[in-house]
C-alpha cells in the first residue's frame, strides 16, 4: 500500500505545476476551500511564477495522461471547479507525443504473442492519432482490409493505478473535512472516473461496447458503428473497420461536399437522445476527432472508451426534466426532483420551482447561439447548493456529453435550438412510456416478475437465516486511513508536516536550481 508521504509529495510536485500556471490561485481564494487544502496550496505555490490568466488546461496536460482524462471530468463540474477552470477545461486536448512506433511494434506483437506480419500485411509507422491513452496506427490486414489499430501506450496502466491511488486519498481526506466537500461527494466523483478509466484501458471492453452500441443502433438510418476485428483484438489492443470521412468540425469541408449541415446538426442531437433517452446507452467522448461524416450524410463514430448508462427509471426522470423545462412546467420538473430524492425533502417544492423559472425562461425560443445548454447546466450547477442537492455520479457523463454535443451542433448550424430539436422527440417517448397502453404493460411486467421472484426469495430467506451455523456475514472493507485518524495515533501527524514541507522545498529547490542552470 503506498505510504502517505507518497502521496503528499505527489500532490505538492502536482500542485507545483497547477502553481506554475496560475490554477491554484481560484482555490486559495474559494471562501468554501477548507483550512488544510489552503495550507498546502500555499506551500504548493511558494516560490513560483504565476501567470496573471490561469490555464488550467496547459496545467492538467502537463501533469500528465492521468490528469488529462481527470481534467476533462472536472470540465462538467462548475460547482465544484468554478466556471472559469470549466470553461478552460473544456479546450483540454487529449493528445500526448507519440510513442516510438518500435515500442508499439514490441507491444502488439507480446500481447498477441506473434509477429507483426502474421496479423498485418502493412502498418504505417507513423500513428493517426496518439491520445494519453493509446495511439492509433491505419493498417492492412492480411485478408486486404484496411483498419484502424489502437494501441495502448506501454506502461500506461501502471501510471494510471499510481495517480488513482492519490486521487482516492486525496478525496478521502478532503470529504473527511466536512461541509461543501461532503455535500460534492469528492470520493464518489472519484470512483467514478476510476471505472470510467479502468474501462478505457482494457479494449476488449472497449470493443464489446462499440458492438453493443452498433447493434442497439442498427435500425438508425444515418449512424454508422465499424465493425471490430475480435481475431485481432485483446486487452492491449484493438483493430476495428477503417472510417473514411469528413470531421464534423470540418465546416468548409462538408459544406463544399455537399452536406446540408443544419440537417446534419439536428440528426447528431436526435441520435444521441436516441442513444441516451431511449436506450440508455449512449456514447459519452463525442468531441470532434471522433465523429465522421460520410459521402452519403452518415455520421460515423469511433472511439467508445467512454460509454454511459442510465437506467429506465432515471431516463423517464430526465425525459420529464427536459420537456418541462422546454415547455416551461416548472412545478413538475420540481416535483420530479423531489420524487428522485435528488432535492432533499425538507426544502420547498414550490420555491424549487421558482429557483428552476430563473432558470429555464432565458433559455426558451433562444438559439445556442445566445444562449447555451451549457450555461443552463451552469445555472442549475448555482442552484443546487442552495437547495442541498447532491452530485448524481450516473448523470455526470450525460452532462458532459450534452456539452460536447451542443458544442458540435452550433459549429454546424449556429442558429439551432436545442430545445426546439429536442422538445418533439422527447414528447413522443414520454407518450410512448407514460401513456396508458405502456403504464398497464409496464404493471404486467412488474407484477410478472415479482411473482417469478418469490420461490428465489423465499431460497434466500432460508440461507440468509438458517436454522444454525452458516457462513458469517463478510466484513466491511477498509477506508482510506485518515493521517489525523486518533485511532492510528496522533504523533504521525507531525511528520506528515515535515514530510509535505521537505517536499515542498526540495520541488523549490529543484525549481531554482533549474531556472538558474
Known amino acids: 500500500m503506498t505510504r502517505p508521504s507518497t502521496h503528499i509529495l505527489r500532490l505538492l510536485r502536482w500542485g507545483r505545476t497547477l502553481a506554475r500556471h496560475g ?4 482555490i486559495e481564494k474559494d471562501p468554501n476551500t477548507p483550512t488544510p487544502v489552503r495550507r498546502m496550496v500555499r506551500i504548493a505555490r511558494f516560490g513560483t511564477l504565476q501567470p496573471r ?14 490528469a488529462i482524462k481527470l ?32 515500442a508499439i511494434k514490441d507491444e502488439i506483437e507480446r500481447s498477441f504473442a506473434k509477429p507483426l506480419s502474421a496479423l498485418f500485411a502493412s502498418i504505417e509507422d507513423v500513428p493517426v492519432g496518439a491520445a494519453s491513452i493509446a495511439q492509433v496506427h491505419r493498417a492492412v490486414t492480411t485478408e486486404g482490409r484496411t483498419v484502424a489499430v489502437k494501441v495502448l501506450r506501454p506502461g500506461i496502466r501502471e ?8 486521487y482516492e486519498w486525496a478525496a478521502a481526506h478532503l470529504e473527511a473535512l466536512g461541509g461543501e466537500a461532503t455535500r460534492l461527494r469528492p470520493r464518489l466523483v472519484i470512483a467514478n472516473f476510476k471505472r470510467w478509466t479502468l474501462r478505457e484501458l482494457d479494449l476488449r471492453r472497449e470493443a464489446a461496447s462499440a458492438s453493443e452500441l452498433a447493434d442497439l443502433m442498427k435500425s438508425t438510418e444515418g449512424y454508422r458503428v465499424p465493425g471490430i476485428d475480435w481475431d485481432r483484438t485483446n486487452g492491449r489492443v484493438m483493430t476495428i473497420d477503417w472510417i473514411d470521412g469528413i470531421k464534423i468540425n470540418e465546416t468548409e469541408a462538408l459544406r463544399a461536399a455537399g452536406h446540408d449541415l443544419a440537417a446534419l446538426a439536428n440528426h447528431l442531437v436526435l441520435t444521441f437522445l436516441k442513444q441516451a433517452i431511449s436506450l440508455g446507452y449512449f456514447h459519452a467522448d463525442m468531441h470532434q476527432g471522433n465523429l465522421f461524416v460520410q459521402p452519403d450524410g452518415t455520421i460515423a463514430a469511433i472511439d467508445f472508451g467512454i460509454m454511459g448508462r442510465i437506467d429506465r427509471r432515471a431516463r423517464l426522470w430526465l425525459a420529464e426534466i427536459l420537456y418541462g423545462l422546454t415547455t416551461g412546467n416548472y412545478r413538475r420538473v420540481a416535483e420530479i426532483h423531489f420524487e428522485a430524492q435528488y432535492v432533499p425533502s425538507y426544502h420547498s417544492v414550490d420555491e424549487f420551482a421558482t429557483a428552476l423559472r430563473a432558470v429555464g425562461e432565458p433559455t426558451r425560443g433562444r438559439p445556442v447561439s445566445e444562449l447555451s445548454v451549457g450555461q443552463m447546466l451552469d445555472s442549475l450547477f448555482a442552484i443546487t447548493r442552495e437547495f442541498d442537492m447532491q452530485t448524481q455520479p450516473h448523470l455526470l457523463l450525460l452532462q458532459k456529453t450534452m456539452v ?10 449556429p442558429q439551432i435550438n436545442m430545445w426546439d430539436v429536442a422538445a418533439p ?16 404493460a409496464e404493471r404486467l411486467r412488474k407484477d410478472t416478475e415479482t411473482l417469478l421472484r418469490v420461490p428465489d426469495l423465499v431460497r434466500r430467506l432460508e440461507e440468509r437465516y438458517p436454522p444454525r451455523g452458516g457462513a458469517p456475514d463478510a466484513p466491511p472493507l477498509p477506508p482510506v486511513e485518515l493521517i489525523w485518524d486518533r485511532r492510528r495515533g496522533e504523533r504521525r501527524w507531525p511528520s506528515y508536516l515535515v514530510a509535505a514541507a521537505a517536499g515542498g522545498l526540495a520541488l523549490w529547490a529543484a525549481q531554482t536550481l533549474h531556472w538558474l542552470g
Open 159 to 166: 501510471k494510471f493505478a499510481d495517480d488513482i491511488q492519490t
Open 404 to 413: 460536447m454535443v451542443e458544442g458540435l451542433a452550433t459549429q454546424l448550424n
Open 23 to 26: 490554477a491554484l490561485r481560484g
Open 71 to 102: 481534467g476533462q471530468t472536472l470540465a462538467t463540474r462548475p460547482d465544484i471547479v468554478g466556471d472559469e477552470a470549466a470553461t478552460n477545461l473544456l479546450l483540454l486536448q487529449d493528445s500526448l507525443p507519440p510513442v516510438p512506433f518500435a
Open 425 to 440: 422527440y422527447v414528447r413522443e417517448w414520454i407518450r410512448d412510456e407514460l401513456g396508458p397502453e405502456a403504464a398497464i
Open 53 to 66: 490568466v490561469p490555464d488550467y488546461a496547459g496545467a492538467f496536460q502537463d501533469i500528465g495522461p492521468a
